[in-house]
Protein backbone atom coordinates (compact mmCIF):
# COMPACT_ATOMS: atom_id res chain seq x y z
CA UNK A 1 0.00 0.00 0.00
CA UNK A 2 1.36 3.14 -0.68
CA UNK A 3 2.55 5.09 2.23
CA UNK A 4 0.02 7.95 1.65
CA UNK A 5 -2.60 5.94 2.34
CA UNK A 6 -1.67 3.51 5.05
CA UNK A 7 -3.51 4.20 8.11
CA UNK A 8 -0.57 5.45 10.45
CA UNK A 9 0.60 7.44 8.02
CA UNK A 10 0.11 11.50 7.87
CA UNK A 11 -3.47 12.61 7.01
CA UNK A 12 -3.73 13.19 3.42
CA UNK A 13 -6.49 14.73 1.39
CA UNK A 14 -10.32 13.13 1.02
CA UNK A 15 -9.75 14.03 -2.27
CA UNK A 16 -6.87 11.76 -3.29
CA UNK A 17 -7.98 9.41 -1.08
CA UNK A 18 -11.32 9.59 -3.43
CA UNK A 19 -9.37 9.74 -7.00
CA UNK A 20 -7.36 6.87 -5.77
CA UNK A 21 -10.46 4.68 -5.15
CA UNK A 22 -11.86 5.88 -8.25
CA UNK A 23 -8.97 4.54 -10.26
CA UNK A 24 -8.58 1.26 -8.31
CA UNK A 25 -13.15 0.52 -8.92
CA UNK A 26 -12.64 1.91 -13.07
CA UNK A 27 -10.02 -0.87 -13.01
CA UNK A 28 -12.55 -3.58 -12.60
CA UNK A 29 -15.21 -1.82 -14.65
CA UNK A 30 -18.14 -1.77 -12.16
CA UNK A 31 -17.81 2.12 -10.84
CA UNK A 32 -19.79 3.45 -13.90
CA UNK A 33 -23.19 1.13 -13.00
CA UNK A 34 -22.83 2.45 -9.59
CA UNK A 35 -22.85 5.77 -11.05
CA UNK A 36 -25.65 6.02 -12.82
CA UNK A 37 -29.12 7.50 -11.94
CA UNK A 38 -31.48 4.68 -12.30
CA UNK A 39 -33.85 7.54 -14.04
CA UNK A 40 -32.35 8.76 -17.10
CA UNK A 41 -29.80 5.83 -17.19
CA UNK A 42 -26.71 8.98 -17.01
CA UNK A 43 -23.88 9.48 -14.89
CA UNK A 44 -25.65 11.37 -11.68
CA UNK A 45 -26.04 15.14 -12.05
CA UNK A 46 -26.44 17.26 -8.77
CA UNK A 47 -27.40 14.19 -7.39
CA UNK A 48 -30.10 13.77 -4.25
CA UNK A 49 -30.87 11.33 -1.34
CA UNK A 50 -34.16 10.11 -0.27
CA UNK A 51 -35.33 8.64 3.19
CA UNK A 52 -34.72 4.87 1.88
CA UNK A 53 -31.43 5.57 0.54
CA UNK A 54 -31.66 5.70 -3.14
CA UNK A 55 -30.18 8.69 -5.14
CA UNK A 56 -31.26 10.42 -7.92
CA UNK A 57 -30.31 13.59 -10.16
CA UNK A 58 -32.08 16.28 -8.94
CA UNK A 59 -33.87 17.19 -11.50
CA UNK A 60 -34.76 13.42 -12.55
CA UNK A 61 -36.29 13.02 -8.94
CA UNK A 62 -37.71 16.73 -9.57
CA UNK A 63 -39.80 15.35 -12.51
CA UNK A 64 -40.74 11.89 -11.17
CA UNK A 65 -42.62 13.26 -7.85
CA UNK A 66 -44.03 16.12 -9.88
CA UNK A 67 -45.97 12.92 -11.51
CA UNK A 68 -46.95 11.48 -8.79
CA UNK A 69 -48.31 14.47 -7.21
CA UNK A 70 -51.90 14.36 -7.90
CA UNK A 71 -51.86 10.54 -7.04
CA UNK A 72 -51.97 11.04 -2.92
CA UNK A 73 -48.87 10.61 -2.60
CA UNK A 74 -45.08 9.78 -3.54
CA UNK A 75 -42.88 6.79 -3.82
CA UNK A 76 -39.59 5.87 -4.75
CA UNK A 77 -39.07 5.04 -8.07
CA UNK A 78 -36.44 2.02 -7.62
CA UNK A 79 -37.91 0.41 -4.33
CA UNK A 80 -41.05 1.92 -4.65
CA UNK A 81 -41.38 2.24 -0.57
CA UNK A 82 -44.44 4.88 -0.10
CA UNK A 83 -44.01 8.55 1.56
CA UNK A 84 -47.20 10.45 2.55
CA UNK A 85 -45.80 13.95 2.14
CA UNK A 86 -42.93 15.10 -0.75
CA UNK A 87 -39.81 14.35 0.69
CA UNK A 88 -37.42 16.94 1.37
CA UNK A 89 -33.92 16.29 -1.38
CA UNK A 90 -30.69 16.20 0.69
CA UNK A 91 -27.56 16.62 -1.33
CA UNK A 92 -25.06 14.14 -1.78
CA UNK A 93 -22.07 15.78 -1.94
CA UNK A 94 -19.76 12.68 -1.99
CA UNK A 95 -21.85 11.15 -4.28
CA UNK A 96 -21.07 14.74 -7.05
CA UNK A 97 -17.94 14.73 -6.12
CA UNK A 98 -16.93 10.76 -7.65
CA UNK A 99 -19.53 11.38 -10.35
CA UNK A 100 -17.12 14.33 -11.41
CA UNK A 101 -13.91 12.92 -10.81
CA UNK A 102 -15.19 9.97 -12.40
CA UNK A 103 -16.08 12.11 -15.28
CA UNK A 104 -12.68 14.05 -15.45
CA UNK A 105 -10.80 10.72 -15.22
CA UNK A 106 -11.82 8.50 -18.09
CA UNK A 107 -13.09 11.45 -21.06
CA UNK A 108 -11.98 8.88 -23.84
CA UNK A 109 -14.10 6.22 -22.63
CA UNK A 110 -17.12 8.09 -21.99
CA UNK A 111 -16.83 9.52 -25.91
CA UNK A 112 -16.27 6.41 -27.11
CA UNK A 113 -18.79 4.34 -25.30
CA UNK A 114 -18.84 0.43 -24.02
CA UNK A 115 -15.92 -1.17 -24.40
CA UNK A 116 -14.81 -4.83 -23.47
CA UNK A 117 -14.73 -6.01 -20.29
CA UNK A 118 -11.95 -8.81 -20.58
CA UNK A 119 -9.83 -6.52 -22.55
CA UNK A 120 -7.66 -5.00 -20.08
CA UNK A 121 -4.94 -4.00 -21.78
CA UNK A 122 -6.30 -1.66 -23.94
CA UNK A 123 -9.60 -0.26 -24.69
CA UNK A 124 -12.01 -2.40 -27.54
CA UNK A 125 -15.54 -1.51 -28.24
CA UNK A 126 -17.62 -4.01 -27.12
CA UNK A 127 -20.73 -5.69 -29.38
CA UNK A 128 -22.55 -7.29 -26.64
CA UNK A 129 -23.24 -7.00 -22.96
CA UNK A 130 -24.33 -10.20 -21.22
CA UNK A 131 -27.35 -9.03 -18.70
CA UNK A 132 -26.60 -12.66 -16.70
CA UNK A 133 -22.89 -11.78 -16.44
CA UNK A 134 -22.88 -8.19 -16.58
CA UNK A 135 -20.31 -8.63 -18.93
CA UNK A 136 -19.60 -6.73 -22.47
CA UNK A 137 -17.71 -8.47 -25.09
CA UNK A 138 -16.28 -7.46 -28.00
CA UNK A 139 -16.35 -9.87 -31.11
CA UNK A 140 -12.75 -12.25 -29.44
CA UNK A 141 -14.34 -12.83 -26.39
CA UNK A 142 -17.88 -13.30 -27.23
CA UNK A 143 -17.03 -16.17 -29.39
CA UNK A 144 -15.66 -17.61 -26.75
CA UNK A 145 -18.37 -16.70 -24.38
CA UNK A 146 -20.93 -19.47 -23.31
CA UNK A 147 -23.96 -19.33 -25.17
CA UNK A 148 -26.46 -21.76 -22.86
CA UNK A 149 -29.95 -20.18 -22.30
CA UNK A 150 -29.06 -17.99 -19.07
CA UNK A 151 -26.47 -16.26 -20.95
CA UNK A 152 -28.83 -13.07 -22.20
CA UNK A 153 -27.74 -10.77 -24.58
CA UNK A 154 -28.10 -7.43 -25.27
CA UNK A 155 -26.88 -4.52 -27.54
CA UNK A 156 -23.81 -2.64 -25.29
CA UNK A 157 -25.09 -1.21 -22.51
CA UNK A 158 -23.02 0.44 -19.42
CA UNK A 159 -26.46 0.38 -17.51
CA UNK A 160 -26.99 -3.45 -17.00
CA UNK A 161 -28.16 -2.70 -13.54
CA UNK A 162 -30.92 -1.00 -14.89
CA UNK A 163 -32.28 -3.59 -17.04
CA UNK A 164 -32.93 -5.81 -13.54
CA UNK A 165 -35.65 -5.90 -11.33
CA UNK A 166 -34.81 -3.74 -8.24
CA UNK A 167 -36.78 -6.62 -6.25
CA UNK A 168 -35.80 -9.65 -7.30
CA UNK A 169 -32.45 -8.79 -9.47
CA UNK A 170 -33.60 -10.92 -12.58
CA UNK A 171 -33.84 -9.57 -16.18
CA UNK A 172 -36.61 -7.28 -16.79
CA UNK A 173 -38.40 -9.63 -19.76
CA UNK A 174 -42.04 -8.49 -19.65
CA UNK A 175 -44.40 -5.14 -19.21
CA UNK A 176 -47.74 -5.43 -17.06
CA UNK A 177 -50.29 -3.81 -18.59
CA UNK A 178 -52.20 -3.07 -16.04
CA UNK A 179 -49.38 -1.11 -13.73
CA UNK A 180 -47.64 -0.17 -16.69
CA UNK A 181 -44.59 -1.10 -15.68
CA UNK A 182 -41.78 -3.86 -16.81
CA UNK A 183 -41.26 -6.49 -14.80
CA UNK A 184 -39.12 -9.50 -14.40
CA UNK A 185 -40.13 -13.12 -14.44
CA UNK A 186 -40.37 -13.58 -10.59
CA UNK A 187 -42.48 -10.77 -10.44
CA UNK A 188 -45.22 -12.55 -12.65
CA UNK A 189 -45.29 -16.04 -11.04
CA UNK A 190 -44.47 -14.34 -6.91
CA UNK A 191 -44.85 -10.57 -6.99
CA UNK A 192 -47.37 -8.16 -6.58
CA UNK A 193 -47.83 -8.59 -10.70
CA UNK A 194 -49.35 -11.90 -10.35
CA UNK A 195 -52.34 -12.15 -12.51
CA UNK A 196 -51.82 -9.15 -14.34
CA UNK A 197 -51.83 -9.25 -18.11
CA UNK A 198 -48.36 -9.14 -19.46
CA UNK A 199 -46.53 -8.30 -22.67
CA UNK A 200 -43.15 -9.03 -23.94
CA UNK A 201 -41.38 -5.74 -24.43
CA UNK A 202 -40.97 -6.01 -27.88
CA UNK A 203 -44.66 -6.28 -28.27
CA UNK A 204 -45.41 -3.43 -25.54
CA UNK A 205 -42.26 -1.18 -27.15
CA UNK A 206 -44.16 -1.61 -30.56
CA UNK A 207 -47.57 -0.84 -29.37
CA UNK A 208 -46.34 2.57 -27.69
CA UNK A 209 -44.25 3.41 -30.73
CA UNK A 210 -47.77 3.15 -32.93
CA UNK A 211 -49.63 5.30 -30.41
CA UNK A 212 -46.19 7.64 -30.76
CA UNK A 213 -46.37 7.63 -34.62
CA UNK A 214 -50.49 8.49 -34.43
CA UNK A 215 -49.65 11.67 -32.38
CA UNK A 216 -46.45 12.52 -34.55
CA UNK A 217 -49.15 12.22 -37.62
CA UNK A 218 -51.55 14.51 -35.66
CA UNK A 219 -48.87 16.66 -34.58
CA UNK A 220 -47.41 17.07 -38.41
CA UNK A 221 -50.99 18.20 -39.27
CA UNK A 222 -51.56 20.35 -36.39
CA UNK A 223 -48.33 22.38 -37.70
CA UNK A 224 -49.06 22.33 -41.21
CA UNK A 225 -52.66 23.81 -39.95
CA UNK A 226 -50.73 26.80 -38.10
CA UNK A 227 -48.36 27.38 -40.81
CA UNK A 228 -51.34 27.75 -43.11
CA UNK A 229 -52.89 30.39 -40.14
CA UNK A 230 -49.63 31.61 -39.98
CA UNK A 231 -49.56 32.50 -43.70
CA UNK A 232 -53.16 33.47 -43.85
CA UNK A 233 -52.73 35.87 -41.25
CA UNK A 234 -48.98 37.54 -42.78
CA UNK A 235 -51.29 37.87 -46.14
CA UNK A 236 -54.36 39.25 -44.00
CA UNK A 237 -51.78 41.66 -42.30
CA UNK A 238 -50.31 42.96 -45.65
CA UNK A 239 -54.24 44.07 -46.93
CA UNK A 240 -55.23 45.52 -43.09
CA UNK A 241 -51.68 47.80 -43.04
CA UNK A 242 -52.74 48.59 -46.69
CA UNK A 243 -56.68 49.64 -45.76
CA UNK A 244 -55.04 51.67 -42.82
CA UNK A 245 -53.20 53.92 -44.65
CA UNK A 246 -56.28 54.86 -46.33
CA UNK A 247 -58.59 54.98 -43.37
CA UNK A 248 -56.05 57.18 -41.46
CA UNK A 249 -56.02 59.81 -44.30
CA UNK A 250 -59.63 59.73 -44.60
CA UNK A 251 -59.86 59.72 -40.63
CA UNK A 252 -57.17 63.26 -40.79
CA UNK A 253 -58.97 64.94 -43.41
CA UNK A 254 -62.26 64.38 -41.43
CA UNK A 255 -61.28 64.98 -38.27
CA UNK A 256 -59.39 68.64 -39.58
CA UNK A 257 -62.62 70.12 -40.21
CA UNK A 258 -64.26 68.91 -36.96
CA UNK A 259 -61.00 69.46 -34.27
CA UNK A 260 -62.17 71.06 -31.78
CA UNK A 261 -65.69 68.89 -31.21
CA UNK A 262 -64.17 65.56 -32.41
CA UNK A 263 -60.36 65.34 -31.08
CA UNK A 264 -61.04 62.50 -28.52
CA UNK A 265 -62.95 60.21 -30.76
CA UNK A 266 -60.35 61.12 -33.71
CA UNK A 267 -57.45 59.35 -31.39
CA UNK A 268 -59.92 56.30 -30.51
CA UNK A 269 -60.87 55.62 -34.28
CA UNK A 270 -56.82 56.12 -34.68
CA UNK A 271 -55.89 53.49 -32.09
CA UNK A 272 -58.53 50.96 -33.50
CA UNK A 273 -56.82 51.32 -37.39
CA UNK A 274 -53.56 50.85 -36.09
CA UNK A 275 -54.85 48.51 -33.43
CA UNK A 276 -55.58 45.99 -36.51
CA UNK A 277 -52.36 45.15 -37.38
CA UNK A 278 -50.64 44.97 -33.98
CA UNK A 279 -53.40 42.28 -32.64
CA UNK A 280 -52.49 40.33 -35.66
CA UNK A 281 -48.72 40.77 -35.22
CA UNK A 282 -49.71 39.38 -31.58
CA UNK A 283 -51.40 36.90 -33.04
CA UNK A 284 -48.80 35.97 -35.21
CA UNK A 285 -46.01 35.66 -32.46
CA UNK A 286 -48.43 33.31 -30.47
CA UNK A 287 -49.04 30.98 -32.81
CA UNK A 288 -45.15 31.00 -34.44
CA UNK A 289 -44.65 30.13 -30.60
CA UNK A 290 -47.28 27.57 -30.71
CA UNK A 291 -45.31 26.34 -34.06
CA UNK A 292 -42.20 26.01 -31.91
CA UNK A 293 -43.65 24.04 -29.34
CA UNK A 294 -45.22 21.42 -31.89
CA UNK A 295 -41.49 21.04 -33.79
CA UNK A 296 -40.33 20.27 -30.03
CA UNK A 297 -42.60 17.43 -29.74
CA UNK A 298 -42.37 16.30 -33.06
CA UNK A 299 -38.89 16.14 -32.89
CA UNK A 300 -39.09 14.27 -29.09
CA UNK A 301 -41.75 11.75 -30.79
CA UNK A 302 -39.16 11.37 -34.08
CA UNK A 303 -36.42 10.41 -31.23
CA UNK A 304 -38.28 8.00 -29.30
CA UNK A 305 -39.84 5.84 -32.69
CA UNK A 306 -36.10 5.90 -33.79
CA UNK A 307 -35.30 3.99 -30.25
CA UNK A 308 -34.34 0.56 -30.80
CA UNK A 309 -34.69 -0.39 -26.89
CA UNK A 310 -38.09 -0.66 -25.90
CA UNK A 311 -36.91 -0.28 -22.16
CA UNK A 312 -36.03 3.21 -22.95
CA UNK A 313 -38.81 3.87 -24.81
CA UNK A 314 -41.27 2.43 -22.31
CA UNK A 315 -39.18 4.59 -19.44
CA UNK A 316 -40.18 7.41 -21.36
CA UNK A 317 -42.09 9.82 -18.58
CA UNK A 318 -43.28 12.73 -20.55
CA UNK A 319 -45.62 10.91 -23.44
CA UNK A 320 -48.72 12.41 -21.92
CA UNK A 321 -47.71 15.56 -22.71
CA UNK A 322 -46.68 14.44 -25.77
CA UNK A 323 -49.96 12.75 -26.81
CA UNK A 324 -51.81 15.94 -25.88
CA UNK A 325 -53.07 16.82 -29.30
CA UNK A 326 -56.06 19.51 -28.02
CA UNK A 327 -54.31 21.89 -26.05
CA UNK A 328 -55.78 25.23 -27.33
CA UNK A 329 -57.15 24.20 -30.52
CA UNK A 330 -60.63 25.93 -30.60
CA UNK A 331 -59.67 28.99 -28.98
CA UNK A 332 -56.56 29.28 -32.01
CA UNK A 333 -59.14 28.66 -34.77
CA UNK A 334 -61.61 31.58 -33.18
CA UNK A 335 -58.90 33.80 -32.75
CA UNK A 336 -57.82 33.17 -36.62
CA UNK A 337 -61.65 33.49 -37.71
CA UNK A 338 -62.10 36.64 -35.78
CA UNK A 339 -58.68 38.11 -37.06
CA UNK A 340 -59.43 37.22 -40.50
CA UNK A 341 -62.92 38.73 -40.90
CA UNK A 342 -62.41 41.95 -38.62
CA UNK A 343 -65.05 44.65 -39.56
CA UNK A 344 -62.02 46.50 -41.16
CA UNK A 345 -63.28 50.25 -41.99
CA UNK A 346 -66.82 49.28 -40.83
CA UNK A 347 -64.95 49.43 -37.12
CA UNK A 348 -63.56 52.43 -37.19
CA UNK A 349 -67.33 54.02 -38.94
CA UNK A 350 -68.65 52.14 -36.01
CA UNK A 351 -66.81 54.21 -33.39
CA UNK A 352 -67.83 57.24 -35.40
CA UNK A 353 -71.30 56.37 -35.29
CA UNK A 354 -71.51 55.40 -32.00
CA UNK A 355 -69.49 58.50 -30.65
CA UNK A 356 -71.62 61.51 -32.88
CA UNK A 357 -74.58 60.79 -34.41
CA UNK A 358 -75.03 63.94 -35.50
CA UNK A 359 -72.74 63.67 -37.78
CA UNK A 360 -73.14 59.87 -39.18
CA UNK A 361 -74.20 61.04 -43.27
CA UNK A 362 -70.78 63.17 -43.08
CA UNK A 363 -68.32 60.15 -41.77
CA UNK A 364 -70.43 57.80 -44.08
CA UNK A 365 -69.09 60.28 -47.06
CA UNK A 366 -65.45 59.69 -45.65
CA UNK A 367 -65.71 55.67 -45.32
CA UNK A 368 -68.15 54.99 -48.83
CA UNK A 369 -70.79 53.01 -46.52
CA UNK A 370 -74.00 53.17 -47.84
CA UNK A 371 -76.36 54.03 -44.79
CA UNK A 372 -79.44 52.18 -43.80
CA UNK A 373 -81.78 54.70 -44.29
CA UNK A 374 -81.24 53.86 -48.30
CA UNK A 375 -82.75 50.50 -47.70
CA UNK A 376 -87.04 49.85 -48.39
CA UNK A 377 -88.68 46.97 -48.26
CA UNK A 378 -90.06 45.87 -51.68
CA UNK A 379 -93.97 44.95 -50.96
CA UNK A 380 -94.00 43.19 -53.84
CA UNK A 381 -92.47 40.27 -52.28
CA UNK A 382 -93.91 40.21 -49.16
CA UNK A 383 -95.77 36.97 -47.99
CA UNK A 384 -99.32 37.98 -47.12
CA UNK A 385 -98.82 36.79 -44.02
CA UNK A 386 -96.67 40.12 -43.30
CA UNK A 387 -97.85 43.77 -43.29
CA UNK A 388 -95.64 46.47 -44.64
CA UNK A 389 -95.31 49.85 -43.24
CA UNK A 390 -95.89 52.62 -45.27
CA UNK A 391 -92.26 54.03 -44.79
CA UNK A 392 -91.46 50.67 -46.09
CA UNK A 393 -89.29 50.52 -42.81
CA UNK A 394 -90.78 47.54 -40.41
CA UNK A 395 -92.54 44.59 -41.14
CA UNK A 396 -95.57 42.65 -39.20
CA UNK A 397 -96.49 39.19 -38.98
CA UNK A 398 -100.33 39.82 -39.11
CA UNK A 399 -102.70 36.87 -38.21
CA UNK A 400 -105.02 38.03 -41.35
CA UNK A 401 -104.47 37.54 -44.80
CA UNK A 402 -103.11 40.40 -46.74
CA UNK A 403 -104.60 39.74 -49.59
CA UNK A 404 -101.59 41.17 -51.51
CA UNK A 405 -101.57 41.24 -55.39
CA UNK A 406 -100.33 37.96 -56.62
CA UNK A 407 -96.76 38.51 -58.17
CA UNK A 408 -93.53 36.47 -59.38
CA UNK A 409 -91.68 37.78 -57.39
CA UNK A 410 -93.83 37.47 -53.91
CA UNK A 411 -92.79 34.59 -51.75
CA UNK A 412 -95.89 32.36 -51.26
CA UNK A 413 -94.74 29.98 -48.25
CA UNK A 414 -93.28 31.57 -45.86
CA UNK A 415 -93.48 35.17 -44.06
CA UNK A 416 -90.36 37.02 -45.99
CA UNK A 417 -89.77 39.86 -47.10
CA UNK A 418 -86.90 41.69 -49.44
CA UNK A 419 -85.69 45.37 -50.26
CA UNK A 420 -86.14 46.73 -53.47
CA UNK A 421 -82.35 47.73 -53.25
CA UNK A 422 -79.46 45.47 -54.26
CA UNK A 423 -75.78 45.74 -53.85
CA UNK A 424 -73.36 44.06 -56.47
CA UNK A 425 -70.44 46.27 -55.37
CA UNK A 426 -68.90 48.09 -52.99
CA UNK A 427 -68.82 47.88 -48.69
CA UNK A 428 -72.65 48.42 -47.16
CA UNK A 429 -74.26 48.37 -44.11
CA UNK A 430 -77.84 48.16 -42.55
CA UNK A 431 -79.36 47.47 -39.34
CA UNK A 432 -82.60 45.89 -37.87
CA UNK A 433 -84.39 47.00 -34.52
CA UNK A 434 -85.54 43.34 -33.50
CA UNK A 435 -86.79 44.18 -30.23
CA UNK A 436 -90.39 43.62 -31.35
CA UNK A 437 -90.36 40.27 -32.34
CA UNK A 438 -88.86 36.77 -29.95
CA UNK A 439 -88.54 34.76 -33.59
CA UNK A 440 -87.03 36.37 -36.85
CA UNK A 441 -84.15 35.82 -39.28
CA UNK A 442 -82.50 38.54 -40.94
CA UNK A 443 -79.70 38.79 -43.77
CA UNK A 444 -79.21 39.16 -47.35
CA UNK A 445 -80.19 37.08 -50.41
CA UNK A 446 -79.94 37.06 -54.40
CA UNK A 447 -82.80 37.69 -56.47
CA UNK A 448 -82.78 33.95 -57.69
CA UNK A 449 -83.77 32.86 -54.25
CA UNK A 450 -87.35 30.56 -55.17
CA UNK A 451 -90.35 32.21 -54.12
CA UNK A 452 -92.92 29.24 -54.29
CA UNK A 453 -90.45 26.17 -54.35
CA UNK A 454 -91.32 24.99 -50.60
CA UNK A 455 -88.46 24.75 -48.18
CA UNK A 456 -86.38 26.09 -51.17
CA UNK A 457 -87.49 29.43 -50.45
CA UNK A 458 -87.17 29.77 -46.91
CA UNK A 459 -84.05 31.87 -46.26
CA UNK A 460 -82.58 29.12 -43.77
CA UNK A 461 -82.21 25.93 -45.74
CA UNK A 462 -81.02 27.11 -49.22
CA UNK A 463 -77.41 28.00 -50.61
CA UNK A 464 -78.83 31.29 -52.05
CA UNK A 465 -78.58 33.06 -48.58
CA UNK A 466 -77.51 33.49 -45.49
CA UNK A 467 -78.89 34.75 -41.80
CA UNK A 468 -78.93 35.10 -38.18
CA UNK A 469 -81.72 33.50 -36.99
CA UNK A 470 -83.45 34.14 -33.11
CA UNK A 471 -85.57 31.02 -32.20
CA UNK A 472 -86.38 29.83 -28.37
CA UNK A 473 -84.01 32.42 -27.12
CA UNK A 474 -81.22 30.80 -29.10
CA UNK A 475 -79.11 32.93 -31.67
CA UNK A 476 -77.15 31.32 -34.53
CA UNK A 477 -76.17 31.96 -37.82
CA UNK A 478 -77.83 29.46 -41.15
CA UNK A 479 -76.70 28.88 -44.51
CA UNK A 480 -77.60 26.08 -47.01
CA UNK A 481 -79.73 24.09 -43.50
CA UNK A 482 -75.99 24.29 -41.40
CA UNK A 483 -76.60 26.03 -38.16
CA UNK A 484 -73.57 27.67 -36.03
CA UNK A 485 -74.92 28.30 -32.84
CA UNK A 486 -73.59 31.35 -31.36
CA UNK A 487 -71.50 30.72 -28.08
CA UNK A 488 -73.08 33.98 -26.54
CA UNK A 489 -76.65 36.05 -27.19
CA UNK A 490 -76.58 39.59 -28.20
CA UNK A 491 -77.05 42.13 -25.46
CA UNK A 492 -79.06 44.58 -27.10
CA UNK A 493 -82.11 45.20 -30.03
CA UNK A 494 -80.13 46.15 -32.78
CA UNK A 495 -78.47 44.12 -35.19
CA UNK A 496 -76.10 45.25 -37.82
CA UNK A 497 -75.52 43.48 -41.11
CA UNK A 498 -72.52 44.16 -42.94
CA UNK A 499 -71.30 43.23 -46.51
CA UNK A 500 -68.18 43.52 -48.24
CA UNK A 501 -68.69 42.43 -52.14
CA UNK A 502 -65.80 42.26 -53.34
CA UNK A 503 -64.19 40.17 -50.24
CA UNK A 504 -67.16 37.89 -50.49
CA UNK A 505 -68.20 38.68 -46.63
CA UNK A 506 -71.20 39.01 -45.37
CA UNK A 507 -71.18 39.76 -41.08
CA UNK A 508 -73.32 39.98 -38.45
CA UNK A 509 -72.77 42.66 -35.41
CA UNK A 510 -74.57 43.27 -31.69
CA UNK A 511 -74.84 47.11 -31.76
CA UNK A 512 -74.08 47.01 -27.89
CA UNK A 513 -71.70 49.33 -27.05
CA UNK A 514 -68.68 48.63 -28.07
CA UNK A 515 -69.85 46.77 -31.43
CA UNK A 516 -69.50 43.25 -30.68
CA UNK A 517 -68.80 40.80 -33.87
CA UNK A 518 -70.97 37.81 -33.73
CA UNK A 519 -70.48 36.10 -37.36
CA UNK A 520 -68.90 36.07 -40.98
CA UNK A 521 -69.68 34.10 -43.64
CA UNK A 522 -67.23 34.38 -46.46
CA UNK A 523 -67.73 32.98 -50.53
CA UNK A 524 -67.52 34.21 -53.86
CA UNK A 525 -70.91 36.42 -55.02
CA UNK A 526 -72.24 35.54 -58.09
CA UNK A 527 -75.31 37.49 -58.07
CA UNK A 528 -76.68 41.14 -56.81
CA UNK A 529 -77.65 40.56 -52.81
CA UNK A 530 -80.87 42.04 -51.13
CA UNK A 531 -81.59 42.29 -47.49
CA UNK A 532 -83.98 39.73 -46.56
CA UNK A 533 -86.13 39.67 -43.21
CA UNK A 534 -88.19 36.28 -42.06
CA UNK A 535 -90.50 37.49 -39.42
CA UNK A 536 -92.87 34.44 -36.95
CA UNK A 537 -94.45 37.07 -34.56
CA UNK A 538 -94.13 41.01 -33.59
CA UNK A 539 -92.58 43.22 -35.80
CA UNK A 540 -89.00 44.28 -36.86
CA UNK A 541 -87.77 47.35 -38.25
CA UNK A 542 -84.84 48.19 -40.43
Not at 16 to 33: E, I, K
Not at 141 to 170: A, D, F, Q, Y
Amino acid sequence: MSPLLHPHSSPVSETFRLVYFLLSAMASGDLRAELECSVCLNIYTDPVTLKCGHNFCRVCIDRVLDTQGGSGGYSCPECREKFTDRLALQKNLKLRNIAETFLSARPDQEESGVFCTHCVDSPVSAVRSCLHCEVSLCEKHLGVHKKSPEHILCNPTLSMESRKCSVHKEVLKYFCTEDETCICMSCYVIGEHTGHKIKSLDEASEKKKETLRNVLQKLLTKREETEERVQSLQEHRRKVEEEAAGDTERVTALFRDLRRRLEDLEKRALRDISGRAERISISIRDLEIKKEELSRKLRHIEELCNVTDPLTVLQESDTGDLCDTEDGDNEDRERHEELLHDGGGLDVAGVLHTGLSDIITEVNVYFYIQVAADILLDGNTANNDLQISDDRKTVSRSDIDQNHPETPERFQDYPQVMSSQSFSSGRHYWEVDVGGSDRWTVGMCYPSIERRGGMESWIEVNKKSWGLDRCNNQYSVIHDSDEILLPTNPSSNRVRIYLDYEAGRISFYDLCDPIRHLHTFTTTFTEPLHALLWVWRGCIKI
